[in-house]
């Protein structure tokens, strides 16, 4: 496709965007008793339902014809190839390839299952007890240090599929905060204890800092010597890994090829085997591997990340929506917004396009979320009347792993009761007729009216999983990964770097020069140094 077509295409999602009725939805229900029928698309187990938006038959059609004008599909196929996607660093983007063998990518396909393998064969031996502490005591917890896409991933996925029982007991330790490792001590016997520290680069500072801390700890513990039988690393870099001290053998690499917020598939979910036990793990990768293979194979119309990437362009581009939020009707899945926030902000938080022009359209919307029903008695006020509507995202699990089925059915019947009264609301002479019905006097009706009007037509989509398990929540995080890949294809921006999370970085090292030494240096503006003064004063007592 010529980028003559690509403009023609957002041209026009843009001419139907400012049709008088395009963000209207109740019409769309009305005149076809079908919708739900014809959009909704099924993959890897999964159902999306796109009915509640605003998208019409013509709008669909628009949006699949930027789809193709974008070059989904090459780009998409390029990826499973071994193409060089990540442009800015001249990397391939190969995380489908650590679920499942890409023939396009043969060679990374088999050095990642040679290190899973690895990872199989220490997860079990640690399991069987054959690998132990340094005072000979079975290892029953995992201490994983990491951040950011270290950290997320295994964090959402051990407390979306954790139980008691299980092979051992998974802590994180994620934010260089000392009151984190204050909480998390108190869970932890240094002689059961197996560390990961979790670093792609192993230069992160947080994540560093944390680790030597803990390798004190642990000397402390255990001795010097000793401390060695309770260090592993997941890293690319072999070389920073040798100079903590972690012996080879110890070592999980993966490759560069593997970006940081698409890494839990990797060695980085080694305490996700070590927690869960090797056979739920493998069911995780198999589920994303599902779903890579839908993304792959099925049709661009009935594509779920497809589906769900252009319903997101419809909202972003079209319509002018730049926030969205992300309710899984399913504790379990609490922190499934935490890592969504980095996949999809860090991702597509982007201002130029891959050939470092500005880009020409809205890009990635602020994400935010929490499980459902909490978040309805939080911030939903906001998505139901605030001026501007907040696309959401509503994940519901059919059947639930306790037999508590009165909550269950609540917490569903609350799921769908949201998505519908988004896409109904109120209008006046339906709330003047519950008021009536509830005996209010007209004075109040009429005082109060305004303020109960919902103005309804507020898009959603809603993804079912038939149960929170291993595969179906795998085959859930490949979706949101390849829908941000076609957002990426569509804005032509580099979903794979994050050059943005630099700068803090830099900046950091002078301040934490001035707070070590007590003293503000003068080279910043006049407010860091001010806070930094009068933090070294209040420190100073
Ligand atoms: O600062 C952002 C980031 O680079 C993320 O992209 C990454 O997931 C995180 O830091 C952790 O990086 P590392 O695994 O190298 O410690």
């Not at 997320?152 to 330790?173: E, N, T, Y």
């Amino acid at each position: 496709m010529s980028a003559d077509q690509l403009q023609a295409a957002w041209a026009g999602l843009a001419a139907l965007a400012t049709a008088p009725d395009a963000a209207a939805i109740r019409p769309l229900f009305a005149h076809d008793p079908d919708r739900f029928a014809r959009f909704h698309a099924r993959g890897a187990g999964l159902l999306l339902d796109i009915s509640k938006t605003a998208i019409s038959d013509e709008v669909r059609a628009c949006l699949l014809g930027l789809a193709r004008a974008a070059d989904v599909a090459g780009r998409r196929d390029m990826m499973a190839s071994a193409g060089m996607v990540n442009v800015t660093e001249r990397r391939a983007a190969l995380h489908m390839a650590l679920r499942g063998a890409l023939p396009g990518a043969a060679a990374e396909s088999a050095d990642a299952a040679a290190t899973l393998e690895a990872m199989r064969v220490f997860t079990e031996a640690v399991h069987r007890g054959e690998i132990r502490g340094a005072t000979n005591q079975r290892f029953d917890t995992v201490l994983n240090i990491g951040i950011g896409g270290s950290d997320l991933g295994p964090v959402m996925v051990g407390r979306a599929l954790w139980r008691a029982g299980d092979p051992m007991r998974p802590i994180h330790l994620g934010n260089v905060d000392g009151h984190g490792w204050e909480t998390v001590l108190p869970q932890l016997d240094a002689r059961r204890t197996l560390v990961l520290v979790a670093s792609k680069t192993f230069t992160t500072q947080e994540t560093m800092a944390n680790a030597h801390l803990v390798k004190r700890w642990m000397e402390a513990s255990v001795g010097k010597l000793g401390a060695a039988a309770h260090f592993v690393a997941l890293s690319t870099n072999l070389k920073a890994t040798a100079e903590f001290g972690i012996a080879p053998d110890r070592v999980f690499p993966f490759r560069d090829w593997v970006g940081g917020r698409f890494s839990l598939w990797s060695a980085i979910g080694l305490s996700l085997a070590l927690s869960l036990g090797w056979e739920r793990f493998q069911e995780l990768l198999d589920g994303a591997a599902a779903m890579d293979r839908h993304f792959l194979e099925a049709p661009l119309e009935q594509n779920l990340p497809v589906l769900l990437a252009l319903t997101e362009a419809w909202h972003v581009n079209g319509l002018g929506l730049d926030r969205r939020a992300v309710l899984p009707y399913d504790e379990r899945l609490r922190r499934l917004p935490a890592h969504l926030q980095q996949l999809e902000m860090e991702s597509l938080g982007k201002r130029v396009r891959l050939d470092g022009t500005p880009v020409s359209h809205a890009t990635g919307p602020v994400v935010f979320g929490e499980p459902g029903t909490s978040a309805q008695h939080s911030f939903m006020q906001l998505v139901h009347q605030g001026p501007k509507p907040v696309p959401v995202d509503f994940i519901l699990v059919a059947r639930p792993d306790h037999t508590h089925a009165e909550n269950h059915r609540i917490l569903l019947a609350h799921g769908l009761a949201q998505a519908e009264a988004l896409l109904t609301g109120r209008d006046a002479a339906g709330v003047q007729a519950d008021m009536r019905a509830a005996g209010a006097d007209e004075a109040t009706i009429a005082r109060l009216l305004p303020h109960r009007i919902f103005p309804g037509d507020r898009p959603s989509v809603t993804i079912v999983l038939p149960k929170l398990d291993p595969g179906s929540l795998g085959a859930l995080i490949a979706l949101y990964e390849h829908k941000v890949f076609v957002l990426g294809a569509l804005w032509d921006i580099n979903p794979f770097d994050q050059w943005g999370v630099e700068l803090g970085k830099v900046l950091a090292a002078p301040l934490l020069h001035e707070l070590a030494a007590g003293a503000a240096g003068d080279t910043h503006d006049s407010s860091t140094t001010g806070l930094l003064a009068e933090v070294l004063k209040l420190q100073a007592g």
